[in-house]
């Protein structure tokens, strides 16, 4: 199966091009990194690194979606360009797609090892409860909502997925419960960003827009 690696980046020109160095060029068909309106040479970067580079609206659901769109491939890999996911950790979530055993594959920071300082005590908080929340209205109970993950291609276009913001990650995770997907998590060591600043930690008025746009995805996913 042709594996498509997509990236949603906005000004990672400290961290972007060693993410894209690290990946597994020889099991992957492409990585597609999708600008979503960088200022500081990402784009550039990326593509001297080896990576394919399509510009986006700004949002970070519109650059996934927009990643998806230009993807080849039958298994979608997504992770962000902070160098905080673990690459190496790759072929253990398209491993179980591949031989059959899931559909949706989840990188879990949470069940894993995070480094110090990878995570605020507050997005930790935050990933359980939405995890609780998810099982209480929809019937499965996540770990974490890490922007690391897998999913077969026909599976998300089924979704038909309309997030543009920072709650699309959650829309996968709910209309994979919906869809009765299979649904695998996988520890993995999360690490601190390599560089730059947070586009959601990284200050309150950013934290709280995404905080409410991702309780909003809980309610409006379910009707």
């Given at each position: ?155 998300l276009e089924t979704m038909r997925m ?62």
């Amino acid at each position: 199966m042709r594996v498509s690696v997509v990236i949603p980046a906005l000004n990672e020109a400290e961290s972007i091009g060693a993410v894209v160095t690290a990946m597994p060029w020889g099991e992957i068909a492409e990585c597609i990194v999708v600008d979503n309106g960088s200022t500081d040479g990402t784009a550039e970067i990326a593509a001297l690194a080896g990576a394919r580079v399509i510009a986006s609206e700004r949002g970070y659901g519109a650059a996934m979606s927009a990643g998806v769109a230009v993807a080849v491939g039958e298994v979608l890999v997504f992770l962000d360009g902070d160098g905080a996911d673990p690459v190496e950790a790759m072929a253990e979530l398209v491993g179980p797609i591949e031989r059959g055993e899931a559909d949706f594959v989840l990188a879990s920071r949470i069940a894993g090892t995070r480094e110090p300082g990878s995570m605020l005590g507050s997005q930790v908080f935050a990933g359980k409860l939405i995890g609780w929340m998810v099982r209480v209205m929809y019937g499965h109970r996540y770990t974490d909502m890490c922007a690391f993950r897998a999913i077969r291609r026909e599976c998300l276009e089924t979704m038909r997925m309309s997030e543009m913001t920072y709650g699309w990650n959650l829309e996968m995770q709910i209309k994979a419960v919906q869809m009765g997907l299979r649904i695998v998590e996988v520890p993995v060591n999360y690490r601190r960003r390599m560089g730059g600043v947070s586009k959601v930690s990284g200050n309150f008025s950013a934290s709280v827009k995404a905080a409410w746009r991702i309780l909003g995805v809980l309610v409006r996913v379910r009707k």
